[in-house]
């Protein structure tokens, strides 16, 4: 049959007719392929738990794909004969809609659009590249409960909105106001992004907007995946939900709670106030105020860095989530570096800054009373900036090892076991010390496995 409807297309002299011919033959692949691919479900000795719940995902996605793409296609169809069609716009489809089956076929995922015949929307080939790319950085374990991912024309949502996830399905929205800036210039080895030119254009950024929100949105759908995970993550970051009238019991007074509760029409004029070491807010995007009415967050002052790149990770929990977990994907040496490098240096300076003004406070004893009051308040002041410099080290180190260990499956033992694999194939002291370095801010198997098939004897 395909190989009949393959002599049709290559005789095909007008581009109607090589559309109408590829259609067919292009529904009829993706269905065989999706049926052929089917994995078997019977758990056996390997296959359980996490692995057999992402192979049934896989399958129930094979389906949906199929179905999809005869949607899609007839879809693409109604259109291009709607107002004529050339031949390099039959190529162009062919090429975009291959591209996009393929993709979808590896990594069991639908990849759609909103289907209006009114109001077209396409993936392009750079756009399904970026997809690509993200899927090829996501533990297999957690890439097939995402079942569908849409390009959404989202006029349901405010301008800003750049991204939703609802059931299994990811939603891009095309018309988002949001450009991408939160990790687009953070090049990563490990995770193997670094600045692109594209067709001698400038160089694009390393990490697009597609690839931030697409890790963000799948972010979401993994803490729903690994529920145990993201209570521990949210405890170590100390999130707490409250009501209005408990914001009162948390010891603000009624200057605090009014900037806490006033309205905010928009998301940047939500005020955050901080108190005794917490810090209060209105929280966005909520999924437990259901009723309407406005839920509260608090959680601890040190535990989301400072910085436009974490702004939206205070919004709430789960965006606090979805945000290290794509930073993790896209950026992990950074990741590294702002939860666990950066809040260590500073809780040791912080050490040294207190038992240096303790110490002059000690030696200052035999000053004059103003001298020794000056002294005492100075090391008040180091005392407090040390407990704040503590707490964010601790809180951030846990959230990093959370996700690194509980939710990508990583550890200080696998990149052991690699070392190890490295030694005997002949790498020296060096290299491997090289190596460990660089593994132990590897948050994937991905990456891991990346970095040493770099490593060659030398
Ligand atoms: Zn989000």
Redesign the pocket.
Known sequence: MIQALEAQLAAADTPETRLATWRVMQGLKVSARSSMEREDETPRRGIGGPALRALEARNRNRTVISDSTNDELDVEMARAFEGGVTTEEVDALILRKEMESRIELQYGVNITTDLTESAPTQWGTDELSEIEGTFARIPRNDLPHVGTVRKATGDQYPDGTAGVHLGDSVSLFEKAKYKGNRISSQESDLADNHARSAGGRARLPAVSRIEEDLA??IG?EAAEHHGAAYRHFTEAAGWRQLHGDQLDDNGLDAAEIGRVTKDAARPGEVESVEHGGDVFRRQL?ARWNKDGSPVYVARHAGAIPEGAGWDYAAASP??HF?EVYTKAINAPETLHHDLVELPQRLYEDAQKEFLAAHQAMLGGLMLGEGETTALAAKTKAAGEKLARAKQAAESRSQQWQIMRQEVFGMSDKRVDQEAKRLAARGLGEDQLDEFRTQAAKAMTEDQLTRLSGRMSPQ
């Open positions: 963000h949105e979401h995007n789960d965006e979805a």
